[in-house]
């Protein structure tokens, strides 16, 4: 364990520019296809249907929260977790790489197998994308001590949310200037861009090997421990209640850059101005949520109680203590 630990503080910069490098990246690559802004604009060239536009934020919500079960089984008996992570990080991108060739290739003939080829597509990034939080999250869990897991959340989404509100300008020059739907392309093609440069430098991370290692469990086995967690942990049930709420409300949220585009005669290119105000609008409640999760893990770190501070992550409520695995993203 002293081992464990001298290795992650001796890289411990390093993996902090690194891991801010890849969230800054990233950030710019989703703020170019934000499923709230950006895609139900594009999908709405398609279709008058809100049902199938409210797909894209349904879609976005099962595959970050139920995947992941997969994943966190898969990871939990690995000494390193940066091979698996790595390689479903390269499955996230290559969807985007198709959407930009297809949307180009398409234009705007075949709506039905428009609607249908993104749909999937954008299903496989969002599966992606919930099997990639656990190993992760267990990543980050190892390379950054807990005391400054909140600065480093913190800067690392607040910067990046920022950069994120560069590229919602950005996409709504692009849109405007463009035709559709080529101007949508090029979006893809930037988000895929972007989102691959920021694997190159996760894949730069220099992760330490598990102190200790589980015994790999069968499937079976790890399910039927959830409920009893679930029972046990009242932090972890509140969570899951939150997080049902949110999902429920976030259907109806990809509407709302529709509705502004249809009742107020706009063009498709105010979605980058709503994608800039709510980029500026999370950058700000960023910025106070890890202000507050400095206090809150320094407060943990120093009581009495056998906490998570020993373990990988700090939010206890996004794990199973019986599993030592994360089960949900952030």
């Not at 440069?197 to 992760?207: I, K, N, P, Q």
């Not at 102190?211 to 399910?223: G, H, Q, S, T």
């Given at each position: 364990m002293e081992h464990f630990d001298a290795y992650a503080e001796k890289n411990y910069r390093w993996n902090l520019g690194v891991s801010w490098a890849d969230g800054l990246l990233f950030s710019i690559g989703l703020a170019f296809c934000t499923d709230l802004t950006i895609l139900p604009v594009f999908l709405n060239n398609f279709t008058d249907s809100k049902m199938i536009i409210s797909l894209i934020p349904a879609i976005t919500m099962l595959g970050i929260t139920l995947p992941p079960l997969l994943s966190a089984h898969y990871i939990e008996s690995l000494p390193r977790k940066k091979p698996a992570a790595t390689w479903i990080g390269a499955a996230m991108r290559i969807p985007w790489l198709f959407l930009a060739i297809f949307?180009?290739?398409?234009?705007?003939?075949?709506?039905?197998?428009?609607?249908?080829?993104f749909l999937g597509l954008y299903a496989i990034f969002t599966i992606s994308w919930g099997l990639v939080m656990p190993p992760w999250l267990d990543i980050i869990g190892k390379i950054i001590p807990l005391q400054r897991r909140g600065f480093f959340m913190g800067v690392r989404f607040a910067v990046g949310r920022l950069a994120g509100m560069a590229a919602g300008f950005a996409a709504y020059y692009l849109i405007e200037k463009g035709t559709f739907p080529t101007n949508f392309a090029l979006l893809f093609a930037l988000s895929f861009v972007f989102m691959t440069?920021?694997?190159?430098?996760?894949?730069?991370?220099?992760?330490p090997a598990q102190?200790?290692?589980?015994?790999?469990?069968?499937?079976?086995?790890?399910?039927r421990a959830i409920p009893t967690t679930i029972r046990h942990d009242r932090n972890f049930y509140w969570f899951i209640m939150f997080n049902m709420l949110v999902s429920g409300s976030n259907l109806a949220l990809g509407l709302y850059a529709v509705y502004g585009v249809q009742h107020f005669n706009q063009t498709d290119s105010i979605s980058g101005i709503f994608t800039a105000v709510m980029m500026f609008a999370q950058t700000i409640a960023y910025v106070a949520w890890g202000q507050w999760a400095i206090a809150a893990a320094t407060r943990e770190a120093s009581s009495s109680r056998p906490s998570s501070a020993s373990w990988p992550l700090s939010w206890r409520w996004l794990r199973l203590p019986s599993t030592g695995t994360t089960l949900s993203s952030c």
């Open positions: 949307a180009w290739y398409l234009g705007d003939n075949s709506p039905a197998l428009n609607i249908t080829l440069v920021s694997l190159g430098f996760f894949a730069m991370t220099r992760e102190p200790v290692v589980k015994a790999k469990r069968k499937f079976a086995d790890f399910m």
